[in-house]
């Protein structure tokens, strides 16, 4: 390891908190351009306004400005708070939005674990590092991302510190992936997802062959995405070949997944979407979501313009060891072996029959604090039980 010195970051925490708050940052933008001008080398200074741009919905400028930084400086630090000898954690990053790396900002906010992130470019050699006492791969499963975790399997093998999440379980959890590895596990429910291009899926439309020929016999309605899509972009159920055409006339891409779609309405009608965190085997709360659409996002169900889902939101976080992590704890071990990572997060719901259905496995799922709290008054302490939880793990498994 070397003496590299990191650049000096507000970095994403700070700045989410403060957009998810209302503030206009405008004025942060203006003084931060100021400085680009002012300190040309500073890759700090060009990373916190490539995280505005994202903020405020301009991804193709985020992107540019998230480019620049790197071409200055590759490893961004965020200090431990409270101590002089701090945990010295390493998150091996790759290039790419919010939703391309573990939420590390998020869970260690505050904290007394001082925080390095270290970008890693595909075809590119790992930069300088600095000297920490544990490193966390960081990188989600994507695309774009799979060879920077095929990369990374050799050199983390031989790494002369603690590692957790290892780059070779990470990249099995493609959607397809995901499939594969946990669609016989006890207590598990995972629609088949299926990788197909525009030809294929024209064919279905087209009604030259079912659905059932990449999907293992299912037949409409099915579910299809864009491939590396995320939060619904492009999301749609199509009930029949008439509906899979309109869909194509409207989405330019070239792959897809789909997947058998999965009526998991409970009996009052809604459907119910959770998303856990899972930390060494154990199941922690993130978030509860209901709705009357199946296509459920935290944003989209009216949490905050409805008092009774809260209500049911704060029940089951309040009763999640004793009630959904108990009903599920079976699903939840073999989750644990089969996927093999210290942790991951899980979007999923429960079927009629009671078992755990999976809608996504990731180790970049989104996990925060940053609800209001006169809102939602009961989310702060489930969050901090949720991340003291993983800054124990990171302890541990560093061995402090």
């Keep these: 390891m070397t003496a590299v010195e990191p650049a000096d970051f507000l970095g994403l925490a700070a700045l989410a ?37 994202q903020l405020t ?8 400005l998230l480019h620049r930084a790197l071409a200055k400086g590759r490893v961004y630090r965020r200090p431990a708070i409270g101590t002089a000898a701090p945990l010295r954690m390493l998150a091996v990053m790759a290039p790419g939005d919010f939703m391309a790396n573990t939420p590390l900002e998020f869970m260690l906010d505050g904290s007394d674990i001082q925080l390095d992130l270290a970008y890693v470019l595909p075809g590119e050699p790992l930069p300088e590092l600095p000297e920490h006492d544990l ?4 990188v989600g499963e994507s695309e774009e991302n ?12 031989a790494w002369p510190r603690p ?3 290892l780059p070779q379980h990470i990249a099995e959890l493609s959607r397809d992936g995901s499939y594969r590895l946990l669609h016989d596990a006890p207590g598990v429910v995972i629609p088949p997802t299926a990788r197909i291009d525009r030809a294929g899926l024209a064919r279905i439309a087209l009604g030259e062959e079912g659905p059932g020929v990449a999907l293992q016999g299912h037949d409409f309605p099915i579910i299809a995405r864009p491939l590396g899509s995320h939060a619904g972009e492009g999301l749609l159920k199509l009930d029949d070949a008439g509906a ?28 119910r979407k959770y998303r856990i965190a899972v930390i060494e085997g154990r199941a922690f709360p993130s978030h509860g ?14 949490m905050r313009e409805s008092a009774e889902k809260r209500q049911e939101e704060a029940r089951w976080m309040a009763e999640f060891d004793e009630g959904f992590a108990k009903r599920h704890e079976g699903a939840i071990a ?67």
């Design 289 to 302: 979501a209901f709705s009357s659409h199946w296509m459920i996002h935290y944003l989209n169900a009216g």
């Design 244 to 271: 899979a055409r309109a869909y194509l006339q409207g989405r330019p891409e070239a792959e897809f997944f789909i997947s058998p779609f999965v009526d998991y309405r409970s009996p009052d009608g809604l459907f």
């Design 334 to 400: 073999a989750l644990t072996e089969r996927i093999g990572l210290d942790y991951f997060a899980l979007d999923c719901g429960e079927t009629p029959d009671g078992r755990l259905l999976i809608f996504e496995v990731d180790v970049a799922m989104i996990v925060h604090a940053m609800d209001p709290p006169d809102i939602f008054p009961y989310k702060a302490g489930e969050m901090e039980r949720l991340f003291e939880a993983f800054r124990a793990m990171l302890r541990r498994k560093a061995g402090a």
């Design 146 to 157: 799979q060879p920077i975790l095929a990369a990374l399997r050799e050199p983390v093998t």
């Design 163 to 165: 590692v957790a999440n």
């Design 57 to 64: 919905g301009t991804q193709v400028d985020g992107m540019a």
């Design 17 to 53: 908190k403060m957009a998810f708050d209302g503030e206009d940052l405008t004025e942060l933008r203006s003084k931060l351009i100021d400085r680009m001008f002012d300190e040309p080398k500073n890759a700090g200074v060009l990373m916190d306004l490539s995280i505005i741009e």
């Design 135 to 138: 490193l966390f791969v960081a």
